[in-house]
């Protein structure tokens, strides 16, 4: 599958922005679909995760009840919602596709396909 992001930007501490992530190449619905991120000079971490059927979902603690993770089987997308944006969410966002996960699983580790990342800047 071909994992594509888009929706990164600029914007002040305390702002919101909405990343998008298109597939294709792939039967969508398979994976279990997630969002990473990697700031410069550190290893990429786990945001969120949501499972095929976007029943199940799971998040960083760093970012429960600010960031919102969903998906849309019908359009093969999976959205980041992301509001009270703070300096430390400045990074490179990454989708990220799983193909080998049990049925209603999230998991934050062990995903085969990643895009090629979208920019998220947080400063005033």
């Known amino acids: 599958v071909e994992l594509v992001e888009s929706g990164g930007g600029l914007v002040q501490p305390g702002g919101s922005l909405t990343l998008s992530c298109v597939g294709s190449?792939?039967?969508?619905?398979?994976?279990?679909m997630a969002w990473f991120r990697q700031a410069p000079g550190q290893e990429r971490e786990f945001v969120a995760a949501?499972?095929?059927?976007?029943?199940?979902?799971n998040y960083a603690d760093s970012v429960k009840g600010r960031f919102a993770i969903a998906r849309d089987n019908a359009k093969n997308t999976v959205t980041l919602q992301m509001r009270r944006l703070e300096p430390e969410d400045t990074a490179v966002y990454y989708c990220?596709?799983?193909?080998?996960?049990?049925?209603?699983?999230?998991?934050?580790?062990?995903?085969?396909?990643w895009g090629p990342g979208t920019q998220v800047t947080v400063s005033s």
């Open positions: 990220e596709a799983r193909a080998r996960v049990v049925d209603g699983m999230a998991p934050n580790a062990g995903y085969e396909y």
């Open positions: 190449g792939g039967t969508f619905w398979h994976f279990a």
């Open positions: 949501i499972s095929q059927a976007g029943t199940v979902k």
